[in-house]
Structure formats: structure tokens, C-alpha cells
């Protein structure tokens, strides 16, 4: 039996997908959260080989939480589900640690394809994701600027983006203001630009917010 955990801010997902799984009988859901601190929690209290999450989510975003859980629960696999197609978020997230990446316009039928091989132990990977692997083996000349960063300066180059202030992030990711700032230089300096402002546009650029 798969052991499995769904992560989803809209209830009326997280039901769907409940009653797909019901009808797979080597899936059982042991437990459901509605944002990233309720996801936390979800890995904390319950034994689970997948944890099914969305990336886009009230507080804390689907990246944060991949970071959280990876150092808490380095064993359980973590499919991501998000209305992000794969060729703006699935390559980073893949490298940062989760075990597949699917749009949320697949058919439910990958989703059990994918949490039956991420429960083996496996990296599911899609067409398009290996599609996009190939694309980069030999040209990081040609990898786009957000994929050059660490972990670290990817969730702190999306929280600017979004409008948070060095504080914010700060306080968000456990961080002193002055390590904030040290990342905020750093990633600024590996994409070329120069300002909060610039990263607002190619974040909505590269469709990487909304």
C-alpha cells in the first residue's frame, strides 16, 4: 500500500484527488493540508512514501516547503502538482529535491503513474522534463539566469520579486536581514540586474509569478 499525503490550498482538489486515489487499490491518503505550515505538520505526524503538493499556496510557497521537508523527511518523495507548466519551475524544483514535477492539466492517470514510481524510489520524469534535460547538457551558456541560482537565492529572488522587503524575507526563511541582503547581491549579480523592480519584471517575464 502507498501511503499518500495532499497538499492543496482549494479543498475541492484535494476531494478530487482523494476520490481518484479511492479507486486505486494500492493507494490509501493518510492525511490532507491546506498550506505550507499544515503541510509540515502533515510529514511531522503521519508515515507517508509520497506528499502530493501543490507549488502556488497561501504563506509559505510550495519551494519553502520542499526545502523544510527535504531536511526533515530526506526519504519521503515529493511529486509536485502545479498550473506552472514544466519549463518554468519543473527543472529547478527537480535539482532542489523533489522527486517529479506535473502540470495540473495531465491526466489523473500520469498522477498515479508518477506517485507509483516516485514510491519505488524512483525520479518520475516527464517527456517534456527530459525534453528540457537534454536541452542542457552541454550549453550552460544557455540556461536562463534563475536556474543559476542556489536554492537559497532562488526562494529569496521570488520573495523579492514579489514585493516582500528584506525584513520580510528575513523573518519568512529564518534569516538575518544582513544574510537577506549578502543573497539579494549575489543573485543579483548572477542574472545582471539591478534592482527589486528588475526582478519584479523578469519574474513576471519568465512566468515564474503572477
Do not use: W
Not at 80 to 104: C, D, F
Not at 128 to 141: F, M, N, P, S, Y
Not at 161 to 167: F, L, S
Not at 184 to 208: F, H, I, Q, V
Request: hydrophobic share 45%; with cysteine; proline share 2%.
Amino acid at each position: 500500500m502507498i501511503r499518500i499525503g495532499i497538499v492543496d490550498d482549494h479543498a475541492i482538489v484535494r476531494a478530487g484527488l482523494r476520490n481518484f486515489f479511492a479507486d486505486q487499490v494500492d493507494l490509501r491518503v493518510v492525511g490532507e493540508a491546506a498550506n505550507g505550515r499544515e503541510a509540515i505538520d502533515l510529514v511531522r505526524t503521519h508515515e507517508m512514501d509520497v506528499l502530493l503538493m501543490d507549488l502556488a499556496m497561501p504563506g509559505q510557497s510550495g519551494l519553502d516547503v520542499l526545502a523544510m521537508i527535504r531536511a526533515k523527511v530526506p526519504d519521503v518523495g515529493i511529486l509536485i502538482l502545479s498550473g506552472y507548466p514544466e519549463e518554468h519551475y519543473a527543472m529547478t524544483l527537480i535539482r532542489q529535491g523533489a522527486s517529479g514535477y506535473l502540470n495540473k492539466e495531465c491526466d489523473p492517470s500520469e498522477i498515479v503513474e508518477a506517485i507509483r514510481t516516485i514510491a519505488l524510489g524512483k525520479r518520475y520524469i516527464t517527456r517534456t522534463v527530459a525534453d528540457l534535460l537534454a536541452q542542457q547538457l552541454g550549453r550552460k551558456e544557455d540556461v536562463p539566469a534563475h536556474e543559476q541560482l542556489s536554492e537559497r537565492e532562488f526562494q529569496v529572488f521570488l520573495k523579492l520579486a514579489r514585493g516582500e522587503t528584506a525584513g520580510d524575507v528575513a523573518k519568512s526563511l529564518s534569516l538575518s536581514v544582513k544574510t537577506v541582503s549578502t543573497y539579494r547581491t549575489r543573485l543579483m549579480e548572477k542574472m545582471a540586474l539591478a534592482s527589486n523592480s528588475d526582478l519584479t519584471y523578469y519574474a513576471l517575464k519568465n512566468r515564474l509569478i503572477d
